[in-house]
């Protein structure tokens, strides 16, 4: 099988999705000749034509108001946001029209369209440019929030949004693009939503996180065995709904458990799970639940980046905190 | 205009915009100019007179029954009853409409029961389910956010070939919002067929035009985005129907948008929750109440023959009668079980909210 980067991926994911189904239609910024920004949907145009992957004016809500009518009138669209921090003006499509039309109308109209952007920091980029705000969006009723972290999630899961009859914003870890490798067969299998995988076994402490800081999530599990720790690591995949059953399976099985992301701490979706954990899970507690974050600042700019993001180092030390709790 | 600023002595125009107004019928009933071909057909002209009558009966009825606790908030057409009547009369089934809150008179010209709108505004999402054309969109809240979606619908259009127009009412208010010159500017790039209507009632709650834009007319905000704004006499219902023919012909013939922007006056409070005696005086609405619509259209069609005092007994009567039993089967309907509220969120419900279901039905799963 070969082996593609997680962009790469996305853009089989997309192009899979084009040739199977007529409806499926591409729009974005910049999506056209160029390819996207990050090159997502490359090559697209030139074999689909510019009127099922258009390169729209500059304007986020647009973008995202577009798809709902595009979505409502039998298209699938998928449009693409340059980068996370630009996705705000779509907030009022998304709150107030693509997640509520089927329920507003009692099922009579739909939407199933995808937004996908860019999640997450680390790659030296300006301002506006690292955002994580995922959580904001897992608030919005009847939307679904999916995130990948490895090309064949992207790949597997970008598929499932796209075919989903409901609204999806697919996001996408920035740093991940190229610098995480995987074999992809591009069979048009998807994977499935709202379901977590539990990318790794363990016994002692349940690891959890999604997008880009899985990364350092499963160094951290690789660095706790020399201290004869095993941990297991759950890549959620799936923010909104979310796999309970599959946390609180887990840290049913190891007792412990630090949630790991990117974003800032308050009102991070690792509250939302530490919550779960409290309310349907405590009686398996050997420690309390921890959070490994972003913290509660603005994303710095390059020179301090990396201090924000939760490196390998802090997710270790949480982790042995909690094995020694007690 | 010319100013010490502008020193355009010698240098070339170029690009020259004009706009058009369009009226035919006087305020008193009688004619400006000759009527359009369609105002030959006095049935169309009888029935657009009935469904405006109805609208302004109906909302009076809805008025009523929120007064008494028995509807929520409710928006009145009072004014403005030709423009969302006389757009939808112009359209044809397989159009869509994208309607604003205050475009009753557009679902009840295409098919919407009765009923059925005031279950929406009696807060209950079924009156959204409506028995009007399945893909017409139901009314928008979040002023203009619904011109994007014209412009989707409309690219969807197109994209399959389908002879079809999207078409958009919104207010002048509305106007003021990146959403609607984000949706023009989309369409004109595209030549989407999607007509943007902006029923200009002259206020946004509390806030007259003169504080909405600097503009001269909103017309010319199509210009903008490269295609046609044109204004006509809102209260002319023969005005609206001609302007909005043109453009939905023009538009299903591949030639692109059109702007119409419907200059009326809102005669009522802006909902039942407003009181516009705050903002505005008695003598400026009082003016207002010479040039309204109904008594327009009435006054034609007194002049033509085509309507008399029986006709006019027998409307009420009919109307009073329409609305009675709309009314009287509205109340009888019954409230859906709390849990329901779940049903539509999405296709299939997810697993983790299962539980919150079965709580609103009365499990114990806490
Ligand atoms: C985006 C948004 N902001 C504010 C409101 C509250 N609001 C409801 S109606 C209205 C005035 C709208 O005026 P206009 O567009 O002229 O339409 P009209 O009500 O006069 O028909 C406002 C401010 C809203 N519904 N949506």
Redesign the interface.
Known sequence: MPEVTLVEAINLALGRAMEDDASV?VLGEDVGVNGGVFRATVGLQKRFGS??VLD??L?E??I????????????R?VGEIQFMGFLYPCL??LV??ASRL?????????CPMVLRAPHGAGIRAPEHHSESTEAMLTHI??L?VVIASSPERAYGLLLAAIR???PVVFLEPTRMYRTVKGEVEDNGDALPL?LAFVVREGRDITLISWGAALKETMAAADALTVDGISAEVIDLATLK?????TVLRSVAKTGRCVIVHEAARTGGFGAEIAATIAERGLSSLLAPVTRVTGYDTVVPMARLEQHYMPSVERIVTAARKACQFG | MASKWMANEGLPVIAHFEVCHRNYLAPDGSINRPLPVFAADANLLVALYRTMVLLRLFDRKAVALQRTGRLGTYAVSLGQEAVSVGIASAMREEDVLLPSYRDNGALIWRGVKLEEILLFWGGDERGNNFSGPVHDFPFCVPVGSQAPHAAGVAYAFKLRREPRVAVCLFGDGATSKGDVYEAMNFAGIHKLPVVFVAANNQWAISVPLRLQTGAETLAQKAIAAGFTGEQVDGNDVVAVCAAAEEAIAAARDGQGPRFIEAVSYRLGDHTTSDDASRYRSPEEVQAHWKEEPIARLRAYLASQNMWGKTDEEQLAADCHERIEAAVERYLKIASRRPETMFDHLYADLPESYAAQRRELAGGDDA
């Open positions: 239609v009127e099922r729209t004016p304007a809500l647009l995202s108001g577009l798809c709902v009518g595009m979505a409502v009138q039998g298209l669209p009022d499509q107030n029209h089927r329920n507003r109308t009692q099922g009579r109209l739909t009723p009847g679904r989903d009859p409901d709202d709904p979310y796999d309970e059953n």
